[in-house]
């Protein structure tokens, strides 16, 4: 079973940046599956981040997200990065990463019930 820890949360002021990665732990994340970031903020459902396909090719982000955080992959080394700039107050959540239930998708999915695996999650508070 995969475990995966995800790092690099913190303070940072609005307009700063952060990067966040998650490394598997036990067992190798399969690079036949694609590789999710989510987030919850308090008293708000998990949702959708960004994703990045099984081979690193695609990606695909919330729109609250685009132009200003990267989603990146090195199944070499087993991790998952995710790029953070230009935070802003609303970005404050605890951050997850999470692998795909099924391998090859041709689409990245957005829904979490799509993901099985999961980290504890980073926390990231972003002050005005």
């Known amino acids: 079973q995969v475990q995966l820890v995800e790092s690099g949360g913190g303070l940072v002021q609005a307009g700063g940046s952060l990067r966040l990665s998650c490394a598997a732990t036990s067992g190798p994340i399969s690079n036949t599956r694609d590789m999710g970031w989510f987030r919850q903020a308090p008293g708000k459902e998990r949702e959708f981040v960004a994703g990045?396909?099984?081979?690193?090719?695609?990606?695909h982000y919330a729109d609250s997200v685009k132009g200003r955080f990267t989603v990146s992959r090195e199944n070499a080394k087993d991790t998952v990065d995710l790029q953070m700039n230009s935070l802003k107050p609303e970005d404050t959540a605890v951050y997850y990463c999470?692998?795909?239930?099924?391998?090859?998708?041709?689409?990245?999915?957005?829904?979490?019930?799509?993901?099985?695996?999961w980290g504890q999650g980073t926390q990231v508070i972003v002050s005005a």
């Open positions: 999470a692998v795909g239930k099924s391998p090859w998708r041709r689409a990245i999915a957005v829904d979490k019930d799509e993901y099985d695996y």
């Open positions: 990045i396909s099984w081979n690193g090719a695609t990606t």
